[in-house]
């Protein structure tokens, strides 16, 4: 009998709190029509934005948390050519006060039955996009200060022709990138730790261009995919490869599987103040 009360106690409280908790607050929804593809355009000056998959009926929902009300929150959609055309900005980049410094939470999922071009632009705050069992078509991703994170746990079902990243003085993890199904990949890192990882399920022939300021740029190559590394050592840069690799003159070192992976890439580095290190798990 004594011990039905804490119990009680702990079954009220944790009712509580999840009555309390802040819910998710649908702000805009487009259902689809007549698109065959899908062109997003994407903006968060301030704040927290993730991006993932949604309802297969709805081209875009986009819901918050947590989010002053008077942040200004704006989304338009049309379709031209059965390309369905979506602009999204998010919060304020006006820096006289206010709501300025109010920063949202905001989520946007997208339908996983369409391709997708994806444009987004992040100014300080952090940004996760599990890209996961979507349709990317294109991607560029670029992010001011802060925490970005993008992830494919999934291979892409489509060949993204283009990958453009460019993360300022932040942090990046790109995980699975194999998974994306890329053809071409840049990097851009100012300031920070980046991590690009080429876990997954990566085909035919791809190139990464990767430049780096200062900080530290980890890369992380499985075993079976053979890799050559084009990098322009100087005084202040540090290469750490790992052990397969061979230097073979003209600042180019090989993987030793290269010829005969069959899943191959091709990096040139340019790290003017930063440690790279190469990983080969």
């Not at 819901?63 to 998010?90: F, H, M, W």
């Not at 995980?175 to 690009?196: D, P, S, W």
């Not at 990767?210 to 290469?239: C, H, Q, Y």
Request: charged letters at 20%; hydrophobic letters at 40%.
């Amino acid at each position: 009998m004594s011990r039905s009360v804490p119990y009680r106690l702990a079954v009220l409280l944790m009712s509580l709190a999840a009555s309390t908790a802040p819910a998710q607050e649908t702000l805009r929804e487009v259902g689809r029509t007549t698109e065959s593809e899908i062109n997003a355009v994407l903006s968060c000056p301030h704040g927290t934005l993730s991006i993932g998959q949604g309802t297969p009926a709805k081209v875009v929902v986009l819901t918050a948390k947590e989010t002053p009300a008077d942040l200004p929150v704006s989304l338009s959609y049309v379709i031209r050519n059965r390309v369905g055309y979506l602009e999204a900005a998010l919060g304020t980049d006006d820096l006289d006060g206010g709501a300025s410094f109010q920063r949202g939470i905001w989520t946007l999922g997208f339908t996983d039955e369409l391709p997708l071009r994806l444009d987004v632009e992040l100014g300080f705050g952090s940004g996760t996009l599990d890209l996961s069992g979507l349709q990317i078509k294109d991607l560029n991703v670029s992010a001011g200060a802060g925490d970005l994170t993008i992830d494919f746990a999934t291979p892409n079902p489509i060949v993204v022709d283009n990958i453009t990243i460019e993360a300022g003085v932040s942090s990046f993890a790109g995980r699975r990138l194999g998974n994306a199904n890329f053809r071409q990949l840049r990097f851009q890192g100012g300031v920070g730790a980046y991590t690009l990882d080429f876990s997954g399920e990566l085909t035919g022939e791809s190139a990464v261009d990767a430049e780096v300021g200062m900080g530290m740029l980890t890369i992380v190559i499985p075993k079976e995919i053979g890799a050559r590394i084009l990098f322009d050592r100087n005084w202040i840069s540090n290469l750490d490869l790992a052990p397969d690799f061979s230097d073979g003159g003209d600042n180019q070192f090989t993987s030793d599987n290269f010829e005969q992976a069959a899943s191959r890439i091709t990096f040139r580095l340019d790290a003017s103040l930063a440690n790279v290190r190469v990983r080969r798990p």
